[in-house]
């Protein structure tokens, strides 16, 4: 499928998606954001896809928020539907199956700082800057910012930062962390494509299932959790890979996985 805002391509069974309005800063409007959802939509179903990157095209940014043209119509009842397609977008991708690599190019902000804290492993740039500015707008995150950013650094920390609109630079991201490496903006993109294919070669059933494990921290006490999880693990038992990774192992050879 052909997109207008975005670019997409599989290579090596991972699927690179990059948002691509460099002359807006890879701003996120209704169409891109409709874009997005098809695109990853897509990978969920596509069983060549086993790990995604996502990131935005240029040098200057990831995603720098919103399209404020379009903000600045809302009234309180369509922004309220505003708020929930964007958020339905983002638990889909949260939620995905197959692990999503945000490779943050530049500014991450709003919506764009909302956007990669729903992707699961989270690399950037030194020249990266994450926000939630919507404060300086008149109002609150939108898209899930004041729930994810809140769980994944201190609590009291993320109340700071919404409250204030201060961005947070690469290195802070680290310390907190909120991304998992930082690297020069030339090698980000060959460290998450490295990355993602590393992954995309493991297991996929058992890569689904962790993910759906980890998934279940967010919303089980971990009594609970641990039983999904014996649960989850049961059923990894059950996957031809199994066999053939125990197999491979008391062999003393590398296992050839057949992704089932």
Known sequence: MNYTNLLFE??????????????KLNALNNATLNEL????????HNPEVRAVVLTGSGEKAFVAGADISELNKLTPLAAKDFAEKGQKIFSF???LSK???????????????????ACHIRLTSENAKFGQPEINL?????????????????????LEYILTADF?????????????HVYPLSELITAAKELAEKIAAKPAQAVRLALKAIHAIKELPQSQGE??????????TGTEDFKEGTTAFLQKRKPDFTHK
């Open 138 to 158: 008149g109002i609150i995150p939108g898209y899930g910012g004041t729930q994810r950013l809140t769980r994944l650094i201190n609590s009291s920390k993320a």
């Open 227 to 236: 039983i999904y999880e014996a649960s989850l693990f049961a059923l990894a």
């Open 10 to 23: 599989i290579v090596n069974n991972v699927a690179h998606v990059t948002i691509n309005r460099p002359d």
């Open 37 to 44: 959802y098809e695109v990853f939509l897509s990978i969920e």
């Open 93 to 95: 991708i949260e939620h």
């Open 168 to 180: 947070i630079d690469a290195q802070t991201a680290l310390q907190l962390g909120l991304v998992n």
């Open 99 to 117: 692990p999503v690599i945000a490779a943050v190019n530049g500014f991450a902000l709003g919506g764009g700082c909302e956007l990669a804290l």
